[in-house]
């Protein structure tokens, strides 16, 4: 039997990976049609004096989000971008935009794909004097197998950067809320948001059940469920961390989960598709494809949504409930397994940086 070169599947799977989608998907089709096409509301809220970091900036959902927060009147709004030039362009952009804005936005370089990059960021962040929202949009989809710092690159950019990034940055939202909260009457919670994605419904994840879940991504295997894996990977760990942060009486940062729908962006670039999926989604992308605009509400919402929404799944402006694998005592053991695994490659890279938590 032939295998397909993309995706590493034989050929008749990958050719009814499609139909595939329909069997394994654990929500309803008519909900997920529905919450598409209906509207989000109008993000609001202030961010006078806040300082916001969206990584992932330059184009799609972050470009739009960042766009956003500046509208709301927030006082520095941070580009974190790979490509220093995109990041320049966006940020013109939207400076025309917003002809008349006070907010200072900046571009800073930090490449997920490396350690290093990610470590020089969060040391400069930790020189601000605030840190009040951070939305880690920043992520990739592909079917093609590559390593980034000996990890298939989702698994690296998608799971165990953004990750580090966020143990990093967790100290100076922190000091933050120390530093700022009742100041002139006014709360400070800052909020950390990870950006999910609801693939999460289309996988079975079967790398669960082997001794080592990211030892067993490090295969080539099968690569057509891997976004979906890493998110869903990333998810597991949000819900362990935002537990163990739980600890304190009051969590001083909330943390929670974005997922900002399904949505008319660059994340299909790498362009290796094969033909019958690349038709499935500009089908679908016309037919209940959100902009990046409407897509990025979701993360303002998920950036004033408050202690409600610690440890939890946002999505469509709304707490939600994540795939079922993720719930219960399986999701619960399986969030554990996936804390502890990812704790012992990120104490490789920093040690003691999940003492952060
Ligand atoms: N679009 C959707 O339907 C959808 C649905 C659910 C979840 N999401 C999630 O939403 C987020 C944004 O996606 P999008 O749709 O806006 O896609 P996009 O247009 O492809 O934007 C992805 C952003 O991530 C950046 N990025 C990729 N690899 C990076 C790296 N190694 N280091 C730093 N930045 C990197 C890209 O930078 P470059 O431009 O330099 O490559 C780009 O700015 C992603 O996390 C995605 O998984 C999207």
Redesign the pocket.
């Known amino acids: 039997m032939g295998i397909d070169q993309v995706t590493n599947l034989p050929l008749i799977r990958t050719l009814f990976y499609p139909l595939n989608i329909l069997f394994t998907m654990n929500r309803s089709l008519i909900r997920s049609f529905w919450t598409q096409v209906v509207p989000l509301p109008e993000p609001t809220g202030d961010f006078t004096g806040k300082t916001v970091i969206v ?8 470009l739009e989000a960042a766009r956003h927060f500046a509208k709301l009147n927030a006082s520095k709004v941070i580009l ?4 220093l030039e ?1 990041a320049e362009a966006a940020r013109r952009g939207i400076q025309t935009s917003l002809e008349g804005s006070a907010c200072e936005l900046e571009t800073w370089k ?4 490396s350690f290093s990059s990610v470590q020089s960021f969060c040391r400069r962040a930790a020189d601000l004097e605030r840190l009040d929202v951070v939305i880690e ?5 592909s079917h093609v197998y590559h390593e ?1 710092e000996g990890y298939e ?1 989702q698994c690296t ?2 799971v165990i ?1 953004t990750w580090l990034m966020a143990l990093l940055l967790l100290p100076t939202m922190r000091r933050t809320s120390l530093k700022f909260d009742g100041e002139q009457g006014k709360d400070c919670l800052p909020h950390l948001c990870i ?5 999460q419904f289309y996988t079975t994840f079967e790398q669960r059940n082997e001794p080592r879940i990211f030892e067993s991504l490090r295969e080539d295997g099968d690569m057509f469920h891997r ?1 979906a894996n890493t ?1 869903l990977l990333s998810l597991l760990v949000m819900r362990e961390v935002s537990q163990m942060m739980k600890r304190e009486e009051s969590p001083r940062v909330v943390l929670n989960m974005v ?9 299909l ?1 790498e362009g290796t598709w094969p033909w019958y999926y690349k038709i499935l989604m500009a089908v679908s992308k016309f037919a209940i ?1 959100r902009t ?1 605009e409407m ?1 990025s509400r979701n993360y303002i919402w998920a950036a004033t949504a408050g202690t409600k929404s610690h440890g939890v799944y946002v999505e469509d402006c709304m707490l939600s409930t994540p795939a079922p694998i993720a719930e219960g005592e399986e999701g619960r053991m399986l969030q554990m397994k996936a804390f502890s695994e990812l704790a012992e490659i990120l104490e490789g890279i920093v040690p003691q940086v999940t003492h952060n938590i």
């Open positions: 990584t992932g900036a330059n184009t799609g959902l972050g974190g971008c790979r490509d995109k930090v490449d997920l794909g949009n920043a992520g990739l989809l980034f690159r950019i998608n950067s950006v999910g994605s609801n693939a976004y998110k997922e900002p729908g399904f949505c008319i962006s660059d994340l670039r494809g990046s897509g």
